[in-house]
């Protein structure tokens, strides 16, 4: 059984996912504590499952670095084995990542190398392609350029909005952010071994 904090900035969706996992018996995580940039409105998903949450806000502190400190500190109360980034919209500073690597994932809507950053979704449909996807990844110092995990493909639909688009995206980074915690938490994914490659 591992322990796993879930940073969030949004509707929470994909801690929804996680939380629905970890109420069954035979789920090898329990998330102990979810976090945000902000007081998102995910967090409702928390308190249902009881769930403590906590919010550092970047514009309370005097620079990125502090942020980063105060974030740190408040993550290492819960100690957790991993931290999964489930729609975090900040870029986590250099002091945070060094502090929990390589126990950190992010899940986004991209196939990495392709389309990193918070547009993902816009700049698939700007470019024109016909298949994006989800990835999920290590999360080091740059911006979604970690070593990859794991990468579920969807189609591109001529159609598609920006909307219906992150919709379809987000039906199959559940399972994929779920999957992956599951072979984490099982040994069959070694982040340190990932990493090192």
Do not use: Y
């Not at 024109?128 to 110092?141: K, N, R, Y």
């Not at 995206?169 to 399972?175: H, L, M």
């Not at 992956?180 to 982040?191: E, M, R």
Request: proline share 7%.
């Amino acid at each position: 059984m591992i322990d796993v904090l879930v940073l969030i900035s949004g509707t929470g969706s994909n801690l929804r996912a996680l939380l629905d996992a970890a109420a069954q018996a035979d789920f090898p995580a329990r998330i102990v504590a979810v976090g945000s940039d902000t007081d998102a409105p995910g967090f409702a998903h928390a308190r249902e499952f009881g769930i403590p949450t906590f919010v550092v806000s970047p514009p309370a502190f005097d620079s990125r670095e502090s942020w980063g400190d105060e974030l740190r500190s408040l993550v290492a109360l819960w100690n957790p084995d991993l931290v999964v980034c489930a729609g975090f919209m900040r870029i986590l500073p250099a002091n945070f990542v060094r502090a929990f690597a390589p126990h950190i994932i992010n899940v986004h809507p991209a196939l990495l190398p392709l389309f990193p950053g918070a547009h993902a979704v816009r700049d698939a449909l700007a470019a024109g392609v016909h298949e994006t996807g989800s990835t999920v990844h290590v999360v080091d110092e740059g911006v979604d350029t970690g070593p990859i995990i794991d990468q579920v493909r969807v189609a591109v639909d001529a159609r598609d909005t920006e909307e219906s688009l992150h919709e379809k995206i987000k039906q199959i980074e559940r399972p994929l952010l779920v999957d992956t915690v599951v072979s984490i938490a099982h040994g069959h994914i070694d982040l340190k071994e990932l990493v090192a490659q």
